[in-house]
């Protein structure tokens, strides 16, 4: 059986191996709100007298944020930043590479720093069993026994792993060397910067929502990632996020 997050066991090198099943998300710092979005796009008719919107309430502007957002004029939503602190499992992370476009990622090294032993193990609420062809598949629930099986193999071969990994680490052999031992369900950490366009994209393409008129199939560990992002930049840009919504998840 799986082991919660906050649980641990020992390896025969003593190093205390953990597993979790969720994924951690903190805005580090930022530099966004509503009224971003309009002084960049009143720029094109007003000039200099467009900085007057930085002082003004974005709430009477709420139609100008949709009407930019419906008909996809999507560069003044460029103009804000936000940075994310994210921890997930590695096979995460080279999703989110795909992301390219309107991105900054800086990730901790293992050819710096001994990487620690903490490995994800799906929670019981992760559904298992795929059906049906790609493109076309669903996930559905796992058995009982399937869900022991699967953290039980997990946790067992994480541990060879780690064990490995000290094993050549003891021995003299170079961090980045060594690493190559251990699996993409290692936990990692990277600064992720964005700005709402690029956030909105990846939104629309990394969950599922009621309110996507596309719609979307993301591997449901980078989603839990993309919901906790989600409900920061929902805080900051509740105008904007709300125009998104409205105008079916699809980034201008």
């Known amino acids: 059986m799986s082991q919660t997050p906050a649980e641990s ?26 009224s971003d979005v309009l002084w960049a796009a009143r720029v094109s008719t007003a ?11 974005p709430e009477r502007s709420k139609g100008l944020i949709n009407y930019l957002m419906r008909d996809r004029h999507g560069s ?29 990622y800086n990730e901790e090294s ?49 541990r060879r792993a780690y064990d490995a990994y000290q094993e ?11 690493r190559a031992v251990l699996p993409v369900g290692l936990f990692s950490s990277m600064y992720a910067t964005c700005n709402a366009r690029s956030l909105m994209h990846f939104l629309g393409l990394r969950t599922q929502h009621e309110q996507a008129k596309v719609p979307s199939f993301p591997q449901r560990e980078i989603e839990m990632v993309g919901e906790q992002m989600e409900a920061h930049w929902a805080t900051l840009m509740p105008l904007t996020y709300g125009a998104f919504n409205a105008n079916g998840r699809i980034a201008p």
């Open 76 to 104: 003044p939503f460029e103009h804000n930043s936000m940075t994310f602190f994210i921890s997930a499992p590695i096979f995460v992370f080279r999703e989110f590479m795909r992301h390219r476009v309107g991105w900054s």
């Open 9 to 34: 066991t020992e390896s025969p090198d003593s190093a205390a191996v953990s597993f979790r099943s969720e994924v951690t998300v903190e805005l580090v710092k930022h530099s966004a709100a509503d």
């Open 110 to 158: 293992g050819r710096y720093r001994q990487l620690e032993p903490v490995f994800y193990v799906p929670g019981q609420s992760r559904k298992l069993v795929q059906q049906g062809r790609p493109g076309k598949y669903e996930f559905v629930e796992g058995t009982p026994a399937q869900h022991d099986l699967t953290g039980r193999v997990m946790e067992d071969s994480y």
């Open 168 to 178: 050549m680490l003891a021995a003299g052999v170079a961090r980045e060397v060594a």
């Open 47 to 57: 000039g200099e007298q467009s900085l007057e919107e930085l002082h003004k309430d």
